[in-house]
Nanobody, 126 residues
Framework: QVQLVESGGGLVQAGGSLRLSCAASGRTFNNYAMGWFRQAPGKEREFVAAISWSGGNIYYADSVKGRFTISRDNAKNRVYLQMNSLKPEDTAVYYC???????????????????WGQGTQVTVSS
């Protein structure tokens, strides 16, 4: 089992920045790829960003490319999502996930991940 706890969400004006953090405990953190997903009211949960166990492979949704940066610190059992140039459409609950995607395509999909946090709310005002 892996326990994941997100933090760092909040209310920010459009154009602002936030840094989300996900703390992992339980099984060895650096055995897992990590992902960030988000879910807006009335919408499906969608992929945001992912990083392989080594940090050597990083993937982004087109909607956040160039604005968001995912990173991980295996010594601290944490993964981060730096969000810049935030837009109102980025408003959502953001979830951290851990898993072992078997192919590149699964990094982008919920089915590639076995463990999920409870989420942290990000609200971007216009």
């Amino acid at each position: 089992q892996v326990q994941l706890v997100e933090s760092g969400g909040g209310l920010v004006q459009a154009g602002g920045s936030l840094r989300l953090s996900c703390a992992a405990s339980g099984r060895t953190f650096n055995n897992y790829a990590m992902g960030w997903f988000r879910q807006a009211p009335g919408k499906e949960r969608e992929f945001v960003a992912a990083i392989s166990w080594s940090g050597g492979n990083i993937y982004y949704a087109d909607s956040v490319k160039g604005r968001f940066t995912i990173s991980r610190d295996n010594a601290k059992n944490r993964v981060y999502l730096q969000m810049n140039s935030l837009k109102p459409e980025d408003t959502a609950v953001y979830y951290c996930a851990a898993g072992n995607p078997k192919a590149r395509i699964y990094y982008y999909s919920r089915i590639g991940y076995d463990y999920w946090g409870q989420g942290t709310q990000v609200t971007v005002s216009s």
